[in-house]
């Protein structure tokens, strides 16, 4: 013989999946984190290529700069250490650019935000990239901003300085 649940079983399974839920987002959260700093921590393997286009309609692929250290700079409009940091990467950007170094900013953010941003709030030089294109996970699948990929002049990626790290280093 078959049995229906009763209001108070399913109320009972309602709240169970409803728990199971709230689990899984903090987890999921961690696990991006997780690999985030693996990926941040990579040393000596080869760059993931990109080819997309710059807030300006530009396009930007990193086969163009091989020969260079390219810093990529993953960051977001409103986290206030990422708006604190760009003045300074431009800093260095503008100091050490003819010496084979570049900078790109990405965000995973609405390429008319972006704009609005570097208008209004922070003026930047170098490029900033858009996900208009070809941009593999290990760059634009940040859980923490910001994040730093270094790849250098054999186009291999490198550890960067952490976040809060001098930008000397």
Same mark, same amino acid.
């Given at each position: 013989?078959?049995?229906?649940?009763?209001?108070? /079983? !399913?109320?009972? &399974?309602?709240? @169970?999946?409803?728990?199971?839920?709230?689990?899984?987002?903090?987890?999921?959260? %961690? +696990?991006?984190?997780?690999?985030?700093?693996?990926?941040?921590?990579?040393?000596?393997?080869?760059?993931?290529?990109?080819?997309?286009?710059?807030?300006?309609?530009?396009?930007?692929?990193?086969?163009?700069?091989? /020969? !260079?250290?390219? &810093?990529?700079? @993953?960051?977001?409009?409103?986290?206030?250490?990422?708006?604190?940091?760009?003045? %300074? +990467?431009?800093?260095?950007?503008?100091?050490?650019?003819?010496?084979g170094f570049i900078v790109f900013g990405l965000s995973i953010e609405d390429v008319d935000l972006q704009r609005k941003f570097v208008n209004e709030q922070v003026s930047v030089t170098y490029p900033l990239l858009t996900l208009n294109g070809e941009m593999p996970g290990l760059y634009r699948d940040v859980q923490r901003w910001p994040a730093f990929f270094l790849i250098d002049r054999k186009g291999r990626v490198q550890p960067a300085p952490e976040t809060g790290e001098p930008f000397q280093k």
């Open positions: 013989r078959r049995r229906t649940l009763n209001r108070y /079983g !399913k109320t009972g &399974l309602g709240i @169970a999946a409803h728990s199971l839920c709230l689990t899984f987002m903090p987890l999921r959260g %961690l +696990l991006g984190r997780v690999q985030q700093a693996r990926n941040v921590a990579m040393q000596d393997v080869t760059a993931p290529p990109f080819d997309t286009v710059d807030i300006a309609g530009g396009p930007q692929r990193l086969r163009d700069h091989m /020969g !260079k250290v390219v &810093l990529i700079n @993953a960051w977001a409009t409103w986290w206030p250490p990422c708006r604190q940091d760009m003045p %300074l +990467l431009d800093q260095l950007y503008q100091r050490r650019k003819d010496e």
